[in-house]
């Protein structure tokens, strides 16, 4: 099983529906991160958590909410799902090293018509 | 604020061919690590490699190899004999010892196309 798991892994929606991408890990890192990815942009911060109780606003957060469920669960909700969120999502984890490299999932592909 | 550069969008080469990926970045930590990350096709992450600020050193890693000059603020990936199998977008990245957030900032990524 991966470490860290994303679900759905792909969802088509229409513009206004409520979405939820859920995220949840077994590397036991405090630190979770959703990206979003979209071509020729590269990898985007929208949303970080260092615990259940610290939330802070990536670059692009607008649009965007999240909840820490628990330390191993991180959810990523687009309340009013527009047609420019989509994008490829992935969440990541990482231990509380200056160095250590970030675990991705294996992506959250959102299409909203 | 931090921010890395990755200028070759897209590079194509013929199986067998060396192939540099160039990195650029910007901060102003003393005190920070750079990454490579390689997308396949399947669209997973892989972490490469990671280099704190205070190592110049070249690395190699079988047919990797990376190149970290302070002076030029680049972190660059060569690739000798690629293959087909090395077709992926690569992307560097930058983390700082003094940012709060301790997040990774990403450049956009160059795609390798190896051609059989």
């Known amino acids: 099983d991966a470490d860290v798991t994303q679900t759905p892994r792909n969802r088509i929606t229409k513009t206004g529906k409520r979405i939820m991408l859920e995220c949840s890990q077994t590397k036991g890192h405090d630190r979770m991160y959703w990206y979003r990815q979209d071509p020729g942009l590269g990898l985007r911060l929208i949303y970080y958590?260092?615990?259940?109780?610290?939330?802070n606003k990536g670059e692009i957060s607008d649009g965007y909410s999240v909840s820490r469920q628990a330390q191993a669960k991180f959810s990523l909700s687009l309340e009013s799902a527009i047609p420019n969120q989509t994008a490829l999502y992935f969440c990541a984890t990482r231990d509380s090293r200056i160095s250590g490299e970030l675990f991705f999932g294996e992506g959250s592909r959102l299409t909203v018509l | 604020a931090q921010k890395v550069t990755q200028a070759q969008t897209e590079i194509s080469v013929v199986e067998k061919e060396d192939v540099t990926l160039d990195c650029v970045y910007e901060?102003?930590?003393?005190?920070?690590?750079l990454f490579w990350y390689k997308q396949p096709p399947s669209g997973e992450l892989v972490f490469l490699i990671r280099r704190n600020s205070f190592d110049e050193q070249n690395e190699i890693s079988g047919r990797y190899s990376w190149n970290f000059q302070k002076s030029t603020s680049s972190f660059n990936f060569t690739i000798t004999a690629s293959q087909v199998v090395d077709s992926a977008v690569y992307f560097c990245a930058l983390s700082e010892a003094n940012m709060g957030r301790r997040a990774l900032t990403f450049g956009s990524g160059t795609r390798l196309q190896v051609q059989p």
């Open positions: 901060t102003r930590d003393t005190t920070y690590y």
């Open positions: 958590s260092f615990d259940v109780k610290d939330i």
